[in-house]
């Protein structure tokens, strides 16, 4: 009898610390997920002032070069920062 209770509450704690850690998982992949769309939006705020100004077609392609190494950059950051997630199961 005592055995079977020590085994319901082992599984109620086990229940409890791997929804605290979903909780916790899901608050860091939001975190991630906002972060990544508000530097996103920045990126092309940047990049329509950019259009905006230029008066030629070598500034529309200058405009665009540094648009699309920036996203590629915040690209690749962020899949470091979701796999490093993952690595933390």
């Known amino acids: 009898m005592k055995s079977i209770k020590i085994t319901l ?12 850690n ?8 939001k975190e991630i997920a906002l972060t990544h769309l508000t530097k996103k939006i920045e990126l092309l705020n ?10 030629s077609t ?3 392609k200058s405009c665009r070069q540094t648009f699309k190494a920036s996203r590629e950059s915040l690209r690749a950051d962020t899949k470091s920062k979701r796999q490093a997630l993952k690595a933390t199961k």
């Open 9 to 20: 509450i082992t599984l109620l704690l086990g229940a409890t610390l791997l929804s605290a």
């Open 58 to 60: 070598k500034g529309m």
């Open 22 to 29: 979903a909780n916790n998982k899901f608050a860091e992949k």
């Open 46 to 55: 940047v990049y329509k002032s950019c259009l905006n100004s230029t008066t």
